[in-house]
DNA sequence: GCAAAAGTGTTGTCGTTACACCCATGC
DNA sequence: GCATGGGTGTAACGACAACACTTTTGC
């Protein structure tokens, strides 16, 4: 690399620095229910044996959605392609890594409750594995380094997102009823929507969800058989579901 | 820094690449009712002579907002502390700055049209000026590395919080009519709305604006004067103020 | 009075809420 | 029948768009 610094800068006097930059993401899903982050156990110094999202260094050739979907797949076995994928935001604290200068770019994934989402053993981690997001109604904390700070501003983007966009189906398998799209949005807010309420505003809302012609039988087979959907093409809804009523079942 | 790449790649073959870290500002102001950006013409390779985003190298010492709010007040002269300033996103793409590998954090900064808003010649930056974001229909393009597709990414969010936070109030100064709100609307949406909804909706919504109980008379000293407002505490809008509805004046 | 901009009234429409109710199924 | 979850009806309420109208000022 030819020297930019000391071209940019007349003065002459002041260097910019040369920093490393790691992808770490923050992939939720719901399992029976409940939101759930993946978390791997750190494997080496620093935070050896503390919880810590998973990520890693950007490598050559990459950029930051690049290692992103990398790591995702390394950590997870999950395919990229076939995840919602978008940007949290840059964490660049001096001290974040007592290692030195890193910074990190931060991913929020979502998945659907696979069939073995358990996130498989990583290169740099000693397990993995999914973790309650909220315990009552506070956010799991104690990660590694800023992890955190990252965890809380995803879900808050997530929480955000449910209103706005259509973002809710990414956590459905390509069929899914409208119950459980409710419980979607139930325990990424972690909290309860009116049942016949809800039904009929993702139903009537454009582009949201495409009804399939077929059903499902409700587990354990007791009540009247669900409409199967599937995404639709929108991605704003034009409708936003805002949070703040909160009824009973 | 100690060697962290090879420490934590098990493997041992693949090491972390090491990157120049660029924080990029998309600065907006509204000057008479006309959304403007604020853009420098590059002084050296590469791209030289065209317009780009302002922005500069990260520092020892700083993390990427320091560095925004750093080059904000060597390019504009603005006071960083008064300013809104939020991430918009990062950039990494490999081939983004032809001198070697640079990656940068864009954020977005609103400021109201001060008495002398123009940006000062800043130290990597032949001159500086503000430019208009749309013309016609569309945004203004044609920008150096990928600034124009950061430049939309920006505008594109600050036209999403106009809808959902109170953020309108940062374009304009400590004191303002609620035609100066509209006009901050109509000028980054692009568009023009209905006078009399707007103002009983601005003057309804909670926590968003706060009555001075002073007046101030119209440009021209003709016409009923306007109550004057300050900014409110709140920062989301319980009831969004949506697009979609474009009247006449 | 007139022009201009601020601000209010009014009405129909549409989305939302709260809650009652019906439907389809397995047991 | 009964329990269970899916789905619809409905009436009161609130927000909103459209647009007419009044108010307050300088000239």
Known sequence: MTDVGTASTPMG??????VLVTADL??????????KVALVVRGEDPFEGQFALP?????????????????????TGLDPGRLALEQVGSYSDVDRDPRG?????????????????????????RSASWVNVFHGADIKVALAFDHDQILRDAIRQAQ????????????????????ELREVYEAVWNTSLDRANF????????????????????????GRPA???????????????????????
């Open 101 to 125: 200068r890193v910074i990190t770019c931060a991913f929020l994934a979502i998945a659907p409750d696979l069939p073995n989402p358990r996130p498989r053993r990583g290169s740099d981690a």
């Open 26 to 35: 923050v992939i939720l899903t719901i399992q029976n229910g409940i939101l």
């Open 160 to 179: 955000r997102k449910l209103q706005y966009s259509t973002i809710a189906t990414a956590f459905c398998l390509p069929e899914f009823t409208i119950g």
């Open 227 to 249: 409409e199967l959907y599937r995404a639709g093409e929108g991605v704003e809804l034009l409708n936003p579901i805002l949070r703040g009523t909160l009824a009973r079942s």
């Open 55 to 75: 990520g890693g260094f950007l490598r050559v050739g990459e950029n930051n959605l690049d290692a992103a979907k990398r790591e995702l797949e390394e950590e």
């Open 199 to 222: 039904h009929r505003k993702v139903k009537n809302a454009s582009e949201f969800i495409v009804p399939t012609g077929r059903t499902r039988h409700p587990k354990g087979n007791r």
């Open 13 to 18: 006097s002041i260097d910019p620095i040369e």
